[in-house]
Each structure stands twice: as C-alpha cells, then as structure tokens.
C-alpha cells in the first residue's frame, strides 16, 4: 500500500524529540540535565488553576462555539487594543488548541499550492514543515550573528517571487531570541504592503523581553499591513500554559472566517475548561510575567557568561524568549572517544551520551554551525550542565 507522500515528507519535531528522549532517560535513572524544553519551568498562576476547577465545578464541559467563546474573544480584543493599539472585534479573533494550531490554521487559510512563503532563518522548527503540509514552498532566508539574526529587507526583496504569499515573522524570536524594532518592521510593513503579501507575526513570546527592548506587533504600524497581518498568539508562554492548549489569532474578518470553518471540522472547539483557565489569565493579575521575566534574566546572563567564557565556544546575548544560540564551530574537527565532530546533530548526540546533557542541534533550525539551549530550567540545573559541557570541552582532543 502506498501511504501518503505529503505525510512521509514532513519531520518530526527535533525540539520535542529531544525533550522525549532526555525524559525517558530520567525514567530509566539516569541523571540528565536537559536544555531542551521549550516551556517555562514555572507553574500555572494559583487564580488560573482555580478559574479551571470552578469551571469544571460548574459543569462548563461541554462544546463551545468552534472558534471560541465570545468572553474569551472579546476579552483578547481588550488585551490587543490596552497593550499592542490594536482595534479588533470577536469577529476577528479565532481560538485554537495552542498558537501551533493557529499557525496550521493561518497557513491553511492563505495559502494555495505552489505559493511561495518566506521564513528567515535561524526558524521556529515547525515552520517550513507546516507551509509543506499545506502544499505552498518553504523560502529559507538565513540571517547570521552579524546581522542580529535578523533579515534586511534587501534580503527579502531578492528572496521575492511572484509566487510569494507571506513572510512569517517571529519576536521575540525562537531559537534566537532577537527582538525587531519599530522601525526595523516599519520598513518590513512596507514592502509587504507594496507587494500585496500577507505577513504570519508570530508573537508567543512577546511577554518574556530584556534589557531595553519593547515587544511592537508589525499590525500596529498601519491600517493597510493590520488587514494583511495574521497576528498569532497564545497562554503558553507567559502564563507557563503550555499543556493547556490555547492559542489564538487576530486577523481580518474574511481569514478569520476561513480559519474558523477550517477549524470547525478539524478539531472543533478549543478545550472549554482551558478557555475559562485563559480568560482567567488575561484578565487577572499579570505580576507573574514579572516574576518570571526577572528570573530570566537572570538565568540569561548567567549562561551567557559561562558560554562565551568556554574555549571554543561563543553567543550573542538574546533580547527575548528564553534561549540561546550557542556557536560551536570552532570545535568542528576536533574528536571526542574517536569521534569527529562535525556538525550539530554529532555534538548534541556525544554530549547527550557522554556528558547526559540534552540540548537540540541547530540543523533543525537551518543552523547547523550552532545548538539551542533553553534557560527555562532552574540556575542550579544550567549551572550543572555547563560544568559538564565544559568538562566535556576538555576530553576533546585536536
């Protein structure tokens, strides 16, 4: 039998692989410090649990409108207008099961097969596998430390085509954890504007930002790129949510109905205990993000110390999210027990082996001179798994 050729292609996820296979370790007692999990180490706010049990409590377990409640909707509406400018209507708002279903549904609902989609690089893992599900053409623009990890839009005038359809855009970004400016989108808005292409603003991370840095969503530069933006968002991040499930996208009323359809026989609803857990979550008390962003922060500088003082080893300091792009190609060539290493997926698999590290190889964001490390662990945890990477620096030999 022939299964199908769309699904064989597509790659499991190498971020959530890594995670799963530093698990299992641990569940067979081996001591494993893993730097791969994307999700805050912190619990879910006190009041957003509560809000979840009253819900249950009140026998609030069954369908929902499949975009959504209208509670939910209308108090995303209040959150986009107080903290990004942004005027938008329930009408425009879709909730799903996580941001990564808003983004399935966001690439569903604009593109045709064959279209073009621009994704800078370094990339979020999923973002190529989900413009191939959808049968449109991942557009790999790779930017470098020099650059910030950011593209230009010189860079992105050359990538076009007339079969572009969107430029996906990420910041706070994942794995790099560059921020865009105001004015660095500004020039963005205006060549999608002039050239009619959508832009997917990934913004699940806009929360958790550093130093001097102010998280602007590129919708609220002007009206004409608002109604080509779809605006992605979700629980996860900022509120340590990531098993609840929610997401949503802001996006202009003609999308929002497609997306809303397309979900209606996908998956339905999104959970409805996790909704009321979500109104509970953005309508009260924020001072958590404060709490977290602060203890960031601290992990932050503390890794990036460490890191650029390991012989062979460097970063650029990340302005948002909670990773860091470690630069290890200045060890490519040399051996560890007789084995060369040269690329990110055989330094990530000798120092899980070796080291019991767990840490995901940059291949898989179209990096592969670099790995990703997570400070979304406890300090004790990075500090003992930087002594083992440097421990493990020191075995190598030339």
Known sequence: ????????????????????????????GIDVIGFGAG????????????????AIEAGFTKYTPASGTLELKQAICDKLKTENGLEYTPANIIVSNGAKHSLVNAFQAICNPGDEVIIPGPYWVS?????????????????????G???????????????????????????TGMVYTKDEL????????????????????EKLIYDNYTHVSIASINDKIKEQTIIVNGMSKAYAMTGWRIGYTAS?????????????????????????????????????????????VRRRDYMVERINAMPGLSCVKPNGAFYVLMNISKIFGKSFKGTTITNSDVFAELLLEHAKVALVPGSGFSIDTHVRLSYATSLNNITEGLNRIEAFLHDMHE
């Open 127 to 147: 973002y190529p596998e989900m413009v191939k599900l959808v049968d449109a053409v991942p557009v790999i623009v790779n930017t470098t430390e020099e650059s």
């Open 186 to 205: 500004a020039a963005i808005a205006d060549l999608a504007v002039n050239h009619g292409i959508f832009v997917i603003s990934d913004e699940i991370y």
């Open 252 to 296: 202009n009323a003609q999308i929002a109905k497609i997306m809303a359809n397309i979900q209606s026989h996908a998956t339905s609803n999104p959970n409805s205990i996790a909704q009321k857990a979500a109104l509970a979550a953005i309508r009260g008390p924020q001072d958590v993000i404060g709490t977290m962003v602060g203890e960031f």
């Open 39 to 54: 999700e805050p180490d912190f619990d879910t706010p006190e009041h957003v649990k509560k809000a979840a049990i009253a």
């Open 149 to 175: 990890f950011k593209f230009t839009v010189e860079q992105l005038r050359q990538a076009l085509t007339e079969k572009t359809k969107a430029i996906v855009l990420n910041s706070p970004c994942n794995p």
């Open 1 to 28: 039998m022939v299964l199908s050729k769309k699904g064989l292609s597509i790659n499991p996820s190498p971020t959530l692989s890594i995670d799963a296979k530093a698990k299992k370790m641990r569940a067979d």
